[in-house]
């Protein structure tokens, strides 16, 4: 399997924060944490996705897919399975079905890895610290996940694309990492989390969490915390964890699967974070250590009972992006960036 290796990662987590405020996307390698084609409470979940070369070079596009499993695996991957002519974009709808060609019921998370066309990009190409290679090439991919009735792909357009909701490919270097508890970048929240009721009420709506082990080379606990207010001990609900093996994830579930159908309201928000990681597989690169890396990613929707209309909540950091990676992102020599740092609108 072709993977970045992940040593590198910590070295760039604080630029990450600010890659993930500014919206930079690209990366030789991004991941999907949820997508698929499989079948719903009321339909069937279908994942188009949108990839983009971001390089004048034409690159192959090489897939990973590993089905959400909390014991997580090798996965599958699709060797140059993409051709992409410089800086082209492709629409690929139905992804599951029209570039992977798998059939029947599919789910999980899916990484993607650019590399420049006819050139290898393994082991054999980087650097044994980094992970780096010089023929790694930068794409962005974006995603939208939606429910059609039944499972019909001769459905007219109009007809299919019901409901449905974003989800932005991560870039390899904004995942989240225990590695970075000293500059307070190892824990992530989630906001807008609601339970008025379950699927089919009408008037009501659900939250969905999942969470994703990110690396290929460590097992990891992720624990999950429960907070209506703020966060503190005397307004925290409950905890939940869950261990998940090399690039294992979860389905998304539920409020009341991971903490209960007690707690049920309004202004709920969810923090994430990971409580131990150890090296796993027999080709963990030396640079990983003894933690094998540690990186997650973590995720929520909120859903509408009645008609299943979802809508992303995407994971923040706890604190705001120092001036340090403000300086380094938005150099502020002439021509090499934002040349006043200050603020555009009257505080």
Known sequence: MFMKKL???AAFMLVAVGASASNFRGADQVYVPAAGHAAGSSGT??????ISNL???DVEVSVIYQAASEGGGTGTEFKNVITLKGFERKEYLDFFRSALNLQGNAFGQLIFNGCKKSASCGTDTQDPNTGVSPNFRAISVESRIYQIPGDDPALPAANRRITGQLFSGVPWYNFVSSLQSNSGLDKLFITGVTQTGLAGAVGTVRTNIGVVNASQY?????KLTLYQGTMTDTDKKKEATVTLGPLGS??????GDWFGTEFTGSNFFVVVEQTNSTAEGSDVPTSCGGQGCPAFLAYGSVLDNASGDATTLEPQYLKELGPEAIAAIYPSTQGSGKTLMRRSVHH
């Open 55 to 57: 390089s004048s070079d």
């Open 250 to 255: 979860t389905a998304p579930k539920g409020i």
């Open 7 to 9: 040593g590198i990662a």
């Open 218 to 222: 460590s097992r990891t606990t992720i």
């Open 45 to 50: 979940f279908i994942s188009d996705v949108y």
